[in-house]
T-cell receptor, first 112, second 111 residues
Framework: EDQVTQSPEALRLQEGESSSLNCSYTVSGLRGLFWYRQDPGKGPEFLFTLYSAGEEKEKERLKATLTKKESFLHITAPKPEDSATYLC?????????????FGGGTRVLVKP | DAGITQSPRYKITETGRQVTLMCHQTWSHSYMFWYRQDLGHGLRLIYYSAAADITDKGEVPDGYVVSRSKTENFPLTLESATRSQTSVYFC??????????FGQGTRLTVV
């Protein structure tokens, strides 16, 4: 069974204090690993897709990396507007119907 | 407008009633998903579909029924609603070459 575990569950940062979120996973035939951002009362919003170990993607203050067992989302010099819940998900291969399984998320609060 | 829409946005129903949540996407994506989101549990997969007339159970399917007679629609039915089904429900769709796009969610309260 596909499993995704995110840590920590919650993270409080001062503005400018860089940190990393972890996503460890087990999946049968990884098609892709996804990072989403979710603001209160809204649906998840896509950030990154990573397909293979060693791959990295960047967007503004966010950088996602992937190994064979885990992914990290690095937040560099965060601002209050980076406060959100960050969700990690793995998509299984076509043989498993491309099922998309999410972790529990990390709630990030950035204080000015 | 292109996108994925869920209806209703908010619903209050009584225990034992049948209720259907609607999901419609305009991209002709093959894959569609239903999730529920509760505090402390993240997004849990209820059912998913790889194409019209093909559906599969996810992690928490009990008490739910889905159908997919048309590619663009993926309704979720609670056959006899229970208080434990009070939650926020999200629908998503994707193709083989895209990330999943989410609807805005339906907040369901069972009283």
């Amino acid at each position: 069974e596909d499993q995704v575990t995110q840590s920590p569950e919650a993270l409080r940062l001062q503005e400018g204090e860089s940190s990393s979120l972890n996503c460890s996973y087990t999946v049968s035939g990884l098609r892709g690993l996804f990072w989403y951002r979710q603001d209160p009362g809204k649906g998840p919003e896509f950030l990154f897709t990573l397909y293979s170990a060693g791959e990295e993607k960047e967007k503004e203050r966010l950088k996602a990396t992937l190994t064979k067992k885990e992914s990290f989302l690095h937040i560099t010099a965060p601002k209050p507007e980076d406060s959100a819940t960050y969700l990690c998900a793995v998509q299984a291969g076509e043989a498993a119907g491309n099922k998309l399984t999410f972790g529990g998320g990390t709630r990030v609060l950035v204080k000015p | 407008d292109a996108g994925i829409t869920q209806s209703p946005r908010y619903k209050i129903t009584e225990t034992g009633r049948q209720v259907t949540l609607m999901c419609h996407q305009t991209w002709s994506h093959s894959y569609m998903f239903w999730y529920r989101q509760d505090l402390g549990h993240g997004l849990r997969l209820i059912y998913y579909s790889a194409a019209a007339d093909i559906t599969d159970k996810g992690e928490v399917p009990d008490g739910y029924v889905v159908s997919r007679s048309k590619t663009e629609n993926f309704p979720l039915t609670l056959e006899s609603a229970t208080r434990s089904q009070t939650s926020v429900y999200f629908c998503a769709s994707c193709s083989l070459n895209t990330e999943a796009f989410f609807g805005q969610g339906t907040r369901l309260t069972v009283v």
